[in-house]
């Protein structure tokens, strides 16, 4: 392991200037061109086995070992956010109104440089690495589910991903098995009423008294619907009734998220919004359109492969701490993977410890100590190296 270690710590600076030069050309959601090209161009000069367009805009690529053994996948995004960067990097983006606001920059960078020391010593290798380049992580539907269903893990037998953690010193890694990070749902209602002149409410169905109602209404469902040792939650993002001052509005638009560990408890919530949202309605002689859009299901970790990792990294220069983190409430597609192969996602802090702000993913000001990929790329390296099936 030291050898190939010193192999990463001599590709350092090529690990940054890759990710220098993916944060300045950002490419959102379902547009990534440029990235899936300059990924696969990488992958190609090292003599990969590469398929693109795969799911459309995905790149995998293959390095087969000297020697017989496990089939691991590794997995990283690559699609950006609709920000304007507001940092004084000198790479700093430069399209306007779209940034890496959330580390998949350090993601793709840590993984093509990894790949490249993996094939330095591919004789040494047993068994066969699969680089799944990912595009479309931020925007629902994701790209995940469709790399799967084009064939990106036929043949593999475990798959490992991580995500560099702004908001964690750098050093700390943070494992969990189990449920790890929530499903994220959206929902959007609309309530309508009757509109009518604010002086004469008698003659109106007003929509926004209706639409005040349901959304107190609907905090009951965490609160008394759910089984208290479950979690979940369920907010409201956005509230439109624009009109004029004195004019009463025949509609208002709510739209939310709700995030859940349990299909069953997701279910319920989804089930009891219907029935809440047409109760409240109905007494008010009100009508509504309610959608329940179902988003990435959780993420829920391998016990046998977190507890590998984890232990993995406990002995990896740079890892200050490995701990178990709480559940996250934030969503992941890498869920859809281990739906249908064991692995882990885990957690590697990326937080400068001599800034005096730390800015949170999908902050305008987000950044990360780039150390933090060394420390990615060596966990992964050493768990390629010493899985065995």
């Not at 220098?20 to 990235?35: A, I, M, Y």
């Not at 109106?204 to 469902?221: F, G, H, M």
């Not at 008394?224 to 009109?243: E, H, I, T, Y």
Request: glycine share 8%; charged share 25%; net charge negative.
């Amino acid at each position: 392991m030291e050898t190939l270690f010193a192999k990463l710590d001599d590709l350092y600076e090529e690990m940054v200037q890759v990710r220098r030069h993916l944060h300045e050309n950002p490419e959102l959601s379902f547009e990534e061109v440029e990235t899936p090209k300059f990924i696969a161009e990488y992958h190609e000069k090292l003599g990969h086995e590469v398929r693109t367009g795969v799911g459309e805009r995905g790149v995998v690529a293959k390095l087969k070992g000297g020697k017989p053994g496990p089939t691991i996948a590794l997995r990283a995004d690559f699609d950006a956010l609709p920000i304007q960067e507001e940092t004084d990097v000198p790479y700093k983006s430069k399209k306007d109104g779209v940034m890496h606001a959330c580390g998949h920059d350090a993601h793709t960078a840590q993984l093509l440089v990894l790949a490249k020391a993996l094939n330095s010593m591919k004789d040494e290798l047993e068994g066969t690495v699969v680089f799944i380049h990912q595009h479309a992580e931020e925007y629902q539907p994701g790209g995940a589910i469709a790399m799967i269903e084009d064939g990106c893990l036929e043949g593999v037998d475990v798959i490992f991903g991580t995500h560099q953690w702004a908001t964690g010193p750098l050093g700390e890694v943070g494992f969990r098995s189990g449920p790890t990070m929530a499903a994220a749902d959206r929902f959007h209602i609309k309530v309508k009423g009757k509109g009518g002149h604010g002086a004469q409410p008698h003659f109106t169905k007003d929509s926004v008294v209706v639409a005040c109602q349901l959304v107190t209404n609907l905090q009951q469902i965490v609160s008394r619907r759910v089984d208290p040792l479950d979690s979940a939650v369920l907010s409201v993002g956005n509230f439109v009734a624009k009109n004029a001052f004195n004019v009463i509005a025949d509609t208002v638009q709510i739209d939310g998220t709700v995030r859940t560990f349990k299909e069953d408890v997701r279910n319920l919530v989804e089930q009891e919004m219907e029935r809440i949202t047409r109760g409240t309605c109905l007494a008010a002689d009100a009508d509504y359109d309610f959608e329940f859009v179902r988003g990435y299901p959780a993420t829920v970790n391998s016990e046998e492969e977190t507890e590998f990792v984890a232990e993995c990294a406990k002995t990896v220069p740079g890892v200050t701490k490995v701990y178990e983190i709480a559940p996250q409430m934030g969503g992941e597609d890498f869920s859809y993977y281990l739906q249908h192969v064991k692995g882990t996602f885990f957690f590697t802090g990326a937080g400068n410890p001599e800034w005096e702000v730390t800015y949170p993913h999908h902050h305008p000001k987000f950044d990360i100590d780039e150390r933090s990929m060394l420390v990615a790329s060596k966990i992964l390296a050493k768990a390629v190296m010493q899985y065995q099936k």
